[in-house]
């Protein structure tokens, strides 16, 4: 029996590295094939050896899975002027 996969919140409250079977959960896989893909390096995820443990980084495993935490202080400055950027580079419709 698989385990049901982490939500958004539960994504988002991950210390900074986790454990292969937490990873596991939140791609969706089962125990046994999240091991296996590490033991043959083909997790999408970077895995780190902690002596005999495996650790995932929680960066890493947040942008596979393209969850991006929200910024708690509004639109960033850098996408708007970039956006602003762009418009002034496209020539305007005649």
Same mark, same amino acid.
């Given at each position: 029996?698989? +385990? @049901?996969? #982490?939500?958004? $919140?539960?994504?988002?409250?991950?210390?900074?590295?986790? %454990?292969?079977?937490? $990873?596991?959960?939140?791609?969706?896989?089962?125990? +046994?094939?999240?091991?296996?893909?590490?033991?043959? %390096?083909?997790? @999408?995820?970077?895995? #780190?050896?902690? &002596?005999?443990?495996?650790?995932?980084?929680?960066?890493?495993? #947040?942008?596979?899975?393209?969850?991006?935490?929200?910024?708690?202080?509004? @639109?960033?400055? %850098?996408? &708007?002027? +970039? $956006?602003?950027?762009?418009?002034? +580079?496209? @020539?305007?419709?005649?």
């Amino acid at each position: 029996m698989t +385990s @049901p996969g #982490l939500t958004r $919140a539960e994504l988002l409250a991950l210390p900074a590295a986790i %454990d292969l079977e937490t $990873a596991g959960r939140a791609l969706g896989l089962r125990r +046994s094939t999240t091991y296996a893909l590490a033991k043959r %390096d083909e997790l @999408p995820v970077r895995t #780190l050896r902690l &002596g005999r443990t495996l650790r995932v980084v929680t960066a890493e495993l #947040l942008e596979v899975l393209g969850v991006a935490p929200e910024d708690e202080g509004g @639109p960033r400055a %850098d996408v &708007g002027a +970039s $956006a602003g950027a762009l418009e002034a +580079s496209v @020539p305007a419709a005649a």
